[in-house]
């Protein structure tokens, strides 16, 4: 993986496949606790590992990081894609609806990719959860 951002939505425009992600998330802010965030975009851009000239199988998946109150996987599960022959890089777009928000602090989105005999980090991102006054 070479990046990944969370967004509050991203566009693909049709006529040039180029993509907008917009209003990056770098906090969240909440009254109450717990809370729900209601959509996040996770964009992931990787890099072929293999040689260009053969497709590359591609899952991943994501997990939340809590600061005292444990992990949360991605209620979308394993992302299955391909990086096909003759491209040396793909992205990857994850929608995320009603992230839960159990508490104050650094939350840490994990990205790990199948390998030979599990999962490997490839990744991973902190996200401050705020409390703000109503």
């Known amino acids: 993986?070479?990046?990944?951002?969370?967004t509050e939505?991203?566009?693909?425009?049709s006529s040039t496949n180029l993509?907008?992600?917009?209003?990056i998330v770098s906090k969240i802010q909440?009254?109450?606790?717990p809370s729900v965030k209601p959509v996040i975009h996770l964009l992931m851009y990787w890099r072929?590992?293999?040689p260009i000239t053969q497709s590359e199988s591609l899952a991943l998946k994501v997990r939340i990081k809590y600061p005292t109150k444990g992990y949360l996987d991605h209620p979308q599960g394993t992302v299955e894609s391909e990086i096909p022959a003759g491209k040396r890089t793909l992205?990857?777009?994850?929608?995320m609806e009603g992230l839960p928000l159990k508490e104050v602090?650094?939350?840490e989105f994990v990205v790990k990719q199948r390998v030979t005999g599990g999962w490997?980090?490839?990744g991973s991102f902190p996200v401050d959860v705020i409390k703000t006054t109503p």
Request: aromatic share 6%; glycine share 6%; with cysteine.
């Open 1 to 6: 993986m070479i990046f990944c951002l969370a």
């Open 9 to 13: 939505n991203v566009i693909t425009d």
């Open 19 to 23: 993509i907008s992600a917009m209003n």
């Open 30 to 33: 909440a009254t109450v606790f």
């Open 48 to 50: 072929k590992e293999g």
């Open 91 to 95: 992205r990857v777009i994850s929608k």
């Open 105 to 107: 602090g650094t939350m």
């Open 120 to 122: 490997k980090k490839v």
